[in-house]
Nanobody
Framework: QVQLVESGGGLVQAGGSLRLSCAAS????????MGWFRQAPGKEREFVAA????????YYADSVKGRFTVSRDNAKNLVYLQMNSLKPEDTAVYYC????????????????????WGQGTQVTVSS
């Protein structure tokens, strides 16, 4: 069992920045690739970013590429999502997730590939 706890959400004006953190516990952190997803009201959960166990491979959704940066600190069991140049359409509940599938270099954009999820943190961007 892996426990994931997100933090860092909040209210920010358009153009501002936030950094989300996700703390993992329960299993060896380096056994898991990590992903960030988000879900806006009335919409399906969508992929945002993912990072492999080794940190060598990173994927971003086209909608956040160039504005968001995912990283992980394997010594501290933390994964981060730095969000810059935020837009009102980034407003959503943001979730981190982990998957033990694949290799050191595997990343996944599919929510169904992830085994464990955090409770989410709300990000609201005002115009």
């Amino acid at each position: 069992q892996v426990q994931l706890v997100e933090s860092g959400g909040g209210l920010v004006q358009a153009g501002g920045s936030l950094r989300l953190s996700c703390a993992a516990s329960g299993r060896t952190f380096t056994n898991y690739a990590m992903g960030w997803f988000r879900q806006a009201p009335g919409k399906e959960r969508e992929f945002v970013a993912a990072i492999s166990r080794s940190r060598n491979n990173i994927y971003y959704a086209d909608s956040v590429k160039g504005r968001f940066t995912v990283s992980r600190d394997n010594a501290k069991n933390l994964v981060y999502l730095q969000m810059n140049s935020l837009k009102p359409e980034d407003t959503a509940v943001y979730y981190c997730a982990s998957t033990g599938a694949g290799t050191l270099y595997t990343v996944s954009k599919g929510a169904g590939d992830y085994d464990y999820w955090g409770q989410g943190t709300q990000v609201t961007v005002s115009s």
